[in-house]
């Protein structure tokens, strides 16, 4: 598309004193390329839509639409299962964000604010705001896993009865108590 803008920008360029509109729509490569590093079947359509607004001199607030239809395998008959994703993304980049020198730190309650960088990577954003977008299980609607069993053919399966730490013992008892009379 002719408005859409570049996957990295430098905030430093655009002007302080009026928003920026954003738009990203990756083509069916980078879907699919996008697609095989999420791990999922693919990615049928993606946009990522806002507008990066000044706030101060040097800080921004990100306000965007993620819109995604993903198809991914279900974890139960791994049959394809589409998903449409709509999601609003908010980020704010703030120039002096103070910096923690600790072993360990708690999450702040407020977790989209990051440190300004130099160059922000729309991309990257959009990418991260997917992955944590995308179904962990998808699943059919109606399948479900009830008593499934694995095993090779002409074997018996393992049964719930037979992961309980003294299974066996029972039997061993039972042989050695044969094996003595």
Known sequence: ???QTPSQIRLSDLPNR???RILLEPDATAREKLAAELGITAIRK????????PVGRR??????????????PCVVTLDPVTT??????????????????????????DDTTEQAPDILDLAAVMTESLA??????????????????????????????????????????????????
């Open 1 to 3: 598309m002719s408005d």
């Open 18 to 20: 009026r928003e920026t």
């Open 46 to 53: 993606l946009r990522f839509a806002g507008t990066l607004s």
């Open 59 to 72: 800080d921004w607030h990100l306000q965007a639409d993620l819109g995604a239809t993903v198809v991914q």
């Open 84 to 109: 449409r994703i709509d999601e609003t993304i908010t980020r704010s980049y703030v120039a002096e964000l103070d910096q923690i020198d600790a072993a360990e730190i708690e999450m702040p309650e």
């Open 132 to 181: 944590l977008a995308l179904p962990a299980y998808p699943r059919i609607q109606g399948a479900s896993v009830e008593n499934a069993n694995f095993t090779e053919p002409g074997k018996a399966a393992m049964t719930d009865e037979d992961t309980r730490p003294f299974a066996g013992l029972a039997d061993l008892r039972n042989a050695l108590k044969n094996k003595g009379e």
